[in-house]
């Protein structure tokens, strides 16, 4: 059709000039690209405008997602109203797109290409309906790639001396265990995740192998006491963006920034929180980021797992007890790397050292579950208390009270999930043994202080 000023359709009248729509000869309020979207479809009245079609005539120069076409439809539609004869403005097309079905400057749009419409939108809804009986009888594995799956891959450090590799993976771990807090939300463990780290690889394959419906990417900048964060939530089903944000803060911000990108996920993905508006899904555990950089440092040479390593690693960790003596995570990670592997002392030294560590993280903040596991890594291998090394055995302090309250800690960093496997052999109960794929510490609270 070709394009002309003015459009008269039912009430409205259309000046696509001035970019104006009067009904009744008011004015009716609608956003530019609102507009846009009304006036591509008008100018097509009769034959379907696909979805790619259109928001490339609506954002010519911009890459937006398809939820952004989606809202615009809902607020013409909302606008407009129905026809005279009670049907919408405009119809969906299956699978392809929107047609403006509305007689035009009083002509009537012809019968035979509306039926015509009518029987492909029939045959797209049967084949619909056929696809939605398939998906229906999919097997269990297939179906468990659901909303409530996600995993967060590693973030990438953008900066350009490329020396932020540690903020970035402490970054990813944070994020991860604090999802993993949330209720109807199963995360995949960060050690999977972690092994696409730095790999191009399709989401709708990383999620196929992790079992995931959704992946969280992003990547960090940091610039002086400046840091840049971009994180994007994907779904591996289309492949598409739902949701991205870019923060630029200052690095005092780190952990407001964290609490953003989970409470901002949550939302997207429509999960209700138990807690109260006001609780953190992201535990801040010292409130110098000094010390927190530095802890970042000692968890980073942990993982690489060496007699080097280990050793920048407990050096990292004394500077952030230094720079904040009441931070129990870097006691812990202290403890840690006094049993982990390979540490360079020999055991009548470094275990009395990672007994000492770990329970002056549990004096701090006995809700943590890394220190717990030291001290059943310790009775296992080093006092052969089997019995009292199972996770959940508590410390090794006997109760005061007559009875023990007990409270479950849900963990999925890498260095509590590193000793899941140890404790659970044949010398355990295995009945009583939790699934790798979520795992849970039972601890008696009122033994945690020595």
Request: glycine share 6%; net charge positive; aromatic share 10%.
């Amino acid at each position: 059709m070709a394009t002309q000023r003015f459009y008269e359709f039912g009430p409205f009248r259309l000046d696509s000039k001035s970019c104006v729509l009067l009904r009744d000869g008011g004015i009716v309020p609608l956003n530019p690209k609102a507009f846009d979207t009304l006036r591509a479809l008008v100018e097509n009245q009769g034959s379907p405008v696909g979805k790619d079609e259109l928001m490339k005539l609506v954002w010519p120069d911009t890459f937006v997602e398809e939820t952004n076409l989606t809202q615009q439809i809902s607020i013409l539609r909302k606008a407009l109203g129905d026809t005279p004869d009670g049907c919408s403005y405009i119809e969906t097309i299956p699978k392809r797109g929107y047609l403006f079905v509305a007689a035009l400057n009083g002509q009537v749009p012809s019968r035979k290409k509306r039926l015509n419409w009518l029987v492909i939108t029939a045959t797209v809804l049967l084949v619909a309906g056929a696809s939605v009986l398939a998906y229906a009888l999919l097997s269990k594995a297939g179906r468990e790639a659901t909303l409530t799956t996600i995993a967060v891959l590693p973030f990438v450090d953008m900066s350009a001396a490329k020396d932020q590799e540690y903020f970035s993976d402490g970054l990813t771990e944070e994020l991860t265990d604090a999802l993993a807090r949330v209720p109807g939300l199963s995360v995949a463990a960060r050690t999977s995740s972690s092994a696409y780290k730095g790999k191009q690889q399709d989401i709708r394959d990383i999620g196929a192998r992790l079992k995931v419906g959704m992946i969280i990417e992003g990547s960090v900048r940091r610039s002086g006491q400046r840091l840049r964060i971009t994180a994007q939530l994907n779904s591996v089903k289309s492949g598409f963006h739902l949701w991205s944000e870019t923060y630029d803060r200052d690095e005092k911000d780190i952990f407001v920034i964290q609490e953003e990108i989970a409470r901002a996920i949550v939302a997207v993905l429509k999960i209700r929180l138990a807690t109260a508006p006001n609780v953190r899904l992201v535990a801040q555990h010292t409130v110098s980021p000094d010390a927190y950089n530095q802890y970042l440092k000692g968890r980073y040479f942990w993982n690489e797992r060496t007699i080097e390593a280990f050793a920048k690693s407990r050096r990292y960790f004394e500077e952030a007890i230094r720079t904040d003596p009441n931070y129990a995570l870097a006691y812990s990670g202290l403890a840690d790397t006094y049993v982990a592997g390979p540490v360079g002392l020999p055991s009548e030294e470094a275990v009395p050292k990672a007994r000492a560590a770990a329970r002056r993280a549990i004096e701090i903040d006995d809700r943590l579950s890394e220190p717990h596991v030291v001290i059943a890594d310790i009775r296992f291998t080093y006092d052969w208390d089997w019995p009292g090394a199972e996770p959940w055995a508590g410390t090794p302090n006997p109760c005061r009270k007559p009875k023990r309250r007990w409270i479950w800690i849900h963990s999925k960093r890498s260095s509590t999930r590193t000793w899941h496997g140890v404790f659970f052999t044949p010398a355990s109960t295995t009945e009583r043994s939790p699934s790798p794929a979520r795992m849970w510490i039972r601890i008696p609270t009122s033994c945690c202080r020595n």
